[in-house]
């Protein structure tokens, strides 16, 4: 894996064990995030194949329901310990931009890993040929049913799929 997504995902871990104390540190990991999300959107095909097998496995690790039992308790008394030092500190906003843009990142990187799958690829194909083909459109749509049109041509290609 690259350096800079192993450094991000050592800077992350400190989000989450609540490592991090200032707000200029919850600026600059917003902007390595956000940098990062840039780079996934851009390049996802153009990183190397353990680059994208680490982004996938920290977004998956990122979405894991929390453990159960003692340390479930544990955790959630320290997230809310470290919650009011972040409000009487007055980094909250700065934390809620971090966490924003890491939501935006895990998203990106699903997505991307969404566009890989072939059978992606088949139903976007098959819902791209079926609008540019005209042959389900006998109508003018307003704009406020375009969305509800689009998304009929996506569920019925997917269950074809």
Same mark, same amino acid.
């Given at each position: 894996m690259s350096t800079a997504i192993v450094i991000f995902t050592h800077e992350f871990e400190q989000i989450r064990q609540r490592k991090i104390g200032s707000s200029s540190n919850f600026e600059q990991l917003t902007a390595k995030i956000r940098k990062?999300?840039?780079r996934v959107k851009q390049e996802w095909s153009d990183l190397a194949v353990e680059d994208r097998e680490g982004l996938k496995e920290f977004a998956y690790k990122w979405l894991e329901p929390p453990?159960?039992?003692?340390f479930s308790l544990k *955790? #959630?008394?320290w997230a809310i310990i470290y919650l009011l030092y972040l409000h009487?500190?007055?980094q909250t906003e700065a934390f809620r931009s971090c966490m924003k843009a890491m939501d935006t990142l895990i998203d990106t990187i699903l997505d991307a890993v969404e566009r890989?799958?072939?059978?992606?690829q088949a139903v976007l194909s098959d819902t791209?040929?079926?609008?540019?083909s005209g042959t389900m459109q *006998? #109508?003018?749509l307003k704009p406020e049913e375009t969305r509800d049109w689009l998304r009929s041509i996506s569920d019925r290609a997917i269950?074809?799929?």
């Open positions: 990062l999300t840039h453990t159960k039992g003692v *955790s #959630k008394i009487t500190t007055n890989e799958d072939p059978s992606y791209l040929e079926q609008l540019y *006998s #109508k003018e269950r074809e799929v």
